[in-house]
């Protein structure tokens, strides 16, 4: 390889690492656009229910995808289940306690690209547990006024005796399990 050849050849591989580092933004979630939902088990059929109030950010750079992360905030007395009184009773000591736990946190810590894993810390009642949720990258788009959009969805199962929610300890009427579904849309920052 000449010298001419081996310089042309460092300029493309250092703008291919350029152009790779240029695709890492900063994403911030659309709630409009997103959602945070669950489902539990209720003696013989299941509820659903989500927060209507949350917020965070993405780091996401799709050629290091292993170097990304996660920070979701969600207020916890925005969770609606389509039922009033079910609403209040969860917002109660006996589930969430939102006067004293005000905010349901996620930090992630390690993101494992080939198993589709986020591993994080979840802060929820009071409680702050290591939980591993499964992810999938829907893509990057750019809408019609030239913002750029990143999509994915994420779902993982909690007990919430884990957590101190300790209503119905034998989870013969309420379900032990709580599935836990994100549909996250953000736009780059």
Do not use: C, W
């Amino acid at each position: 390889m000449t010298t001419i050849q081996k310089k042309t050849f460092a300029l493309l591989f250092g703008l291919l690492l350029l152009s790779g580092h240029a695709l890492a933004a900063t994403y911030e979630i659309d709630p409009a656009h997103s959602s945070v939902s669950f489902k539990i088990r209720h003696l013989v059929g299941n509820v659903r229910g989500g927060f209507d109030k949350f917020s965070g950010t993405i780091e996401y750079d799709p050629s290091s995808e292993a170097a990304s992360s996660l920070k979701v905030s969600i207020d916890a007395a925005s969770i609606n289940t389509g039922n009033e009184g079910r609403d209040k009773h969860l917002k109660s000591p006996d589930f969430f306690d939102t006067e004293k736990f005000s905010e349901i946190a996620f930090v992630s810590k390690k993101v494992d690209p080939e198993k589709k894993k986020l591993t994080g810390d979840l802060t929820l009642h009071g409680v702050t547990k290591e939980v591993e949720i499964d992810y999938t990258v829907g893509g990057i788009a750019q809408d019609p006024k030239g913002k750029t959009h990143l999509g994915g969805s994420g779902q993982v199962t909690l007990n919430r005796s884990d957590f101190g929610i300790a209503y119905d300890p034998s989870g013969a009427m309420i379900g032990r399990d709580v599935k836990v579904e994100l549909e996250i849309e953000a736009l780059a920052q």
